[in-house]
């Protein structure tokens, strides 16, 4: 029996961008096939009184739907689409405990399970639904791609492979099997002693502002998101960060494995001064390679556009281009 679990969830407007004339919004919860519930904000255009394309939204990695998730959601709906921009388990408003965990089983489940409950919804297009995740949910969108046939089309923005830098570092700096032993000795050793406490440390979000001069950009770029412009008392990345093992089982879990047999359109869109863009090059590079179904696969290169830019920066973010693309391919 799938029975959704009663969330407390936040009436007021608390987004970190304002609240569109042009739709209407409200809460709603829908249930993943491991029996979470997960809390969404849905986006329908005003007027509406036929059946629509949809659009769910995830990510960044750490964030939540009051932040750049539904900022897209929002805006894709003043564009003609009904939208949901969901928590993913273990975070946010969504169940799921403990608190603060990730997998790249369950995440890219949560993106299936919003295009079940949009398959079902009277003002849907079941056979127009569309998915787009941003940074580290990117990597969930295409994995979801990979494997739910019924999403037509998919974009991955600003993307990060999570699995990738959990194994590798960043810019694979730790790509070796001593650097990686090394890394699964500390968590093995925290495992332990946690256990023996009966509770979880934090890994800590970003750096509190004003950041030493010393570090390196992308980092003082997600303080300036998260804990700046942007900041919210719900996500993870403004606040204590994912559990320290909360994202132990990305080191050995390839998630684009299958990613050159996805049939569905995919626009992979990335900043070209992004600290980020190799993620996205190299996996659209892995999705064309030995591919039958090239012809709607796209990688979007935006000049001069780090990786924040495709957080919140509307005058950045190509909205045009990801309409056409959603109404060419769904």
Known sequence: MMKTEELKLVTEWDKTFPKSDKVDHKKVTFINRYGITLA???????????????????????????????????????????????????????????????????????????????????????????????CGWGGMALNAAALDTRIKATVASTMYDMTRVNANGYFDSENNEESRYQKKQALSALRTDEYKKGEYSRAGGCLPLPVPEDVPFYVKDYSEYYKGRCYHARSLNSNDGWNSIGCQSFMNQPILKYSNEIRSAVLIMHGEKAHSFYFGKDAYDAMIQDSKYTENKELLIIPGAVHTDLYDNIDVIPFNKMDDFFRQNM
């Open 40 to 134: 969404a904000d849905m986006y329908i255009p005003k007027g509406a009184d036929t059946k629509l394309p949809a659009i769910a939204v995830s990510g960044p990695f750490g964030a939540v739907k009051e932040q750049c998730s539904g900022l897209y959601a929002q805006t894709m709906a003043e564009r003609g689409y009904l939208t949901v921009a969901f928590d993913p388990s273990f975070t946010g408003e969504s169940g799921g405990m403990p608190r603060y965990m990730a997998s790249p089983d369950i995440n890219t489940e949560d993106f299936m399970a919003a295009v079940d409950f949009l398959s079902v919804q009277d003002y849907v297009d079941a056979d127009k639904i569309g998915i787009i995740g941003i």
